[in-house]
């Protein structure tokens, strides 16, 4: 399995937002898949919404962690 997967695209809000319901049923499902690696998720785990402003860039981040 890869180590680390990134995807990068633009999108309106339309599109992230059909983006995000297709994740949330998928977490309910307990595997996300990103390209082609699926992912297996824990009966818990970590959950962070991070919003970071640098100079003229801002970011929004939703970040799942856990230990395996």
């Known amino acids: ?4 997967v990134e995807v990068k ?11 995000l319901r297709q994740i949330a049923e ?9 390209e082609q690696v699926e992912i297996d998720l824990p009966a818990n785990f970590e959950c962070e919404l991070k919003y970071k402003v640098k100079e003229d860039k801002k970011e929004f981040e939703i970040e799942f962690t856990w230990r395996s």
Request: aromatic share 0%; net charge positive; hydrophobic share 35%.
């Open 26 to 34: 998928e977490v309910e499902k307990g595997k996300i898949k990103i």
């Open 9 to 19: 695209k633009i999108s309106t809000p339309q599109e992230a937002a059909q983006l």
């Open 1 to 4: 399995m890869k180590d680390k």
